[in-house]
């Protein structure tokens, strides 16, 4: 048990580290001389700054596709991707940031569009073209409501953040309570190894004893679906992929 613990510990220690290092002023600072060096960055180092501007930035972190699925993930560590993804878990628990700044923004851009139109730009641009004039008029009818949506937005960014620290660490001892009564065939980060299994724990087994259908095709069962049934509570959204054993 006290063995247990102190790997529990050692990883979520060794996370949060990694956390305040991501954040830190020194490494802004040192992006932001790279950003300016002679030498090109290396596609991996580009990946690193446009994630550090999306952690500390962007209120809404978009992902075309799952990160597992995305080579970009090959650039960051397990811990780093698991920290990543709880941050959209924990979008999904909070909510959108600022929706009425979304629904303003929608009506505003169909007034401005209007404004264009009579003003005569979709037939005979003058000064600007259409774009031009709607982008323009639809900024003069977002400006006075930019403050707010930016304090609502660097607010809402640390709730986040805040959120999605948590989230590792309930997911990561969640994960280290549950290895008795997991498969250890299974390899870890599951976003490289998930594989099908040949052997399942008894309590995934006694519950599916009467699904004649998954017994037919119980052969065909994943890592992903067990460690997903497992910690399907404490580890929200694609945070199974990225949980590991440290060593």
Same mark, same amino acid.
């Given at each position: ?25 020194? #490494?802004?600072?040192?992006?932001? #001389? ?11 180092? *580009? ?10 930035? /962007?209120?809404? =972190?978009?992902?075309? #596709? ?20 709880? @941050?959209?878990?924990?979008?999904? *628990? ?51 409501? /930019? ?9 809402? =960014? /640390? ?7 948590? @989230? #590792? ?8 309570? /549950? ?25 995934? @087994? ?13 052969? *065909? ?18 945070? =199974? ?7």
């Amino acid at each position: 048990m006290h063995q247990f613990r102190d790997r529990v510990k050692a990883l979520t220690y060794s996370l949060s580290a990694l956390l305040i290092l991501a954040l830190s002023p020194a #490494v802004l600072a040192d992006n932001h #001389v790279n950003q300016h060096a002679s030498q090109p960055l290396t596609l991996c180092e *580009k990946m690193r700054m446009e994630r550090q501007h999306e952690i500390n930035r /962007n209120p809404d =972190i978009d992902l075309l #596709v799952p990160l597992r699925q995305s080579s970009d993930a090959n650039c960051f560590s397990p811990a780093e991707n698991l920290y990543f993804v709880s @941050l959209v878990a924990a979008e999904a *628990k909070l909510g959108p940031n600022s929706p009425w700044y979304q629904t303003m923004g929608e009506e505003n851009r169909g007034k401005a569009k209007l404004a264009c139109e009579v003003m005569g730009y979709a037939e005979s641009p003058q000064t600007m073209t259409m774009d031009e004039c709607i982008a323009a008029r639809y900024n003069e009818m977002m400006q006075p409501y /930019n403050d707010e949506y930016r304090n609502e937005s660097t607010d809402y =960014i /640390n709730k986040r953040n805040a959120l999605g620290e948590e @989230l #590792v660490e309930q997911c990561v001892t969640a994960f280290y309570q /549950n290895l008795p009564n997991l498969p250890r065939q299974i390899q870890f980060p599951l976003a490289y190894y998930d594989r099908k299994l040949h052997a399942y724990p008894d309590w995934y @087994l006694e519950a599916r004893l009467n699904d004649n259908d998954w017994l037919m095709n119980m052969q *065909k069962t994943m890592a992903s679906q067990v460690i997903g049934e497992a910690l399907d509570k404490q580890c929200p959204g694609d945070m =199974i992929w990225w949980l590991y054993l440290s060593t």
